[in-house]
Nanobody
Framework: QLQLVGSGGGLVQPGGSLRLSCAAS????????IGWFRQAPGKEREGVSC????????AYTNSVKGRFTISRDNAKNTVYLQMNSLKPEDTAVYYC??????????????????WGNGTLVTVSS
């Protein structure tokens, strides 16, 4: 079965950058859309970004538009989230998830088929 491993989190100062990785094993990612989600203490989990199975479509929540970029390398079976100009409000545990979807992706955690482990991103001075 598909397994997802999230990594790349850490402590950064405001304005800094991080790149999160979501590496898959057990199956290939080419038939899955991938979403990145985050959950801050005391808040509900929210969708951050998603990318279609081919990489031809991507979506972002408004708060990260222009700062975050999602990409995928199906040959490496990995999806990335490049996070630039980080703000303290970006602090959260970030999760990647996969959904069997061919053309589009959805910024919703409903119906996700597989979830990876969380990786903590802390943005603080």
């Amino acid at each position: 079965q598909l397994q997802l491993v999230g990594s790349g989190g850490g402590l950064v100062q405001p304005g800094g950058s991080l790149r999160l990785s979501c590496a898959a094993s057990g199956s290939t990612l080419d038939k899955y859309s991938i979403g990145w989600f985050r959950q801050a203490p005391g808040k509900e989990r929210e969708g951050v970004s998603c990318i279609s199975s081919s990489g031809g479509y991507a979506a972002y929540t408004n708060s990260v538009k222009g700062r975050f970029t999602i990409s995928r390398d199906n040959a490496k079976n990995t999806v990335y989230l490049q996070m630039n100009s980080l703000k303290p409000e970006d602090t959260a545990v970030y999760y990647c998830a996969a959904k069997r979807l061919l053309r589009l992706c959805v910024l919703s955690d409903e119906g996700m088929d597989f979830w990876g482990n969380g990786t903590l991103v802390t943005v603080s001075s």
